[in-house]
């Protein structure tokens, strides 16, 4: 059974930092691509960043100067590290696992608010 389990979400002030975690279990993680995507109450879910199984790295233009993604096969985990926060920022985080199959972990809550 696959499983995608996020964590680190939570409350922060405007300008401040957060790291997201992904747990992945049940894939061959080094096969897959990892990803990032949100979605904010009433929006579509929007990609944010992916690391490949060869840790190329790609963002979305809105983040790439704020978030950084990486991965570590060994704890099959993706990281993402979330710095300069904005109240635009707020939405429910999600991971996903992308090769020969697609999964998606079922999301954690950044809000982003003084």
């Known amino acids: 059974q696959v499983q995608l389990v996020e964590s680190g979400g939570g409350l922060v002030q405007p300008g401040g930092s957060l790291r997201l975690s992904c747990a992945a279990s049940?894939?061959?993680?080094?096969?897959?691509?990892m990803a990032w995507y949100r979605q904010a109450p009433g929006k579509q879910r929007d990609f944010l960043a992916i690391?490949?199984?060869?840790?190329?790295?790609n963002y979305a233009g809105s983040v790439k100067d704020r978030f950084t993604i990486s991965r570590d096969n060994a704890k099959n985990t993706v990281y993402l590290q979330m710095n300069s926060l904005k109240p635009e920022d707020t939405a429910v985080y999600y991971c996903?696992?992308?090769?020969?199959?697609?999964?998606w972990g079922q999301g954690t809550q950044v809000t982003v608010s003084s």
């Open positions: 049940g894939i061959i993680f080094s096969d897959y691509a």
């Open positions: 996903r696992a992308t090769g020969m199959d697609n999964y």
């Open positions: 690391i490949s199984s060869g840790n190329s790295r």
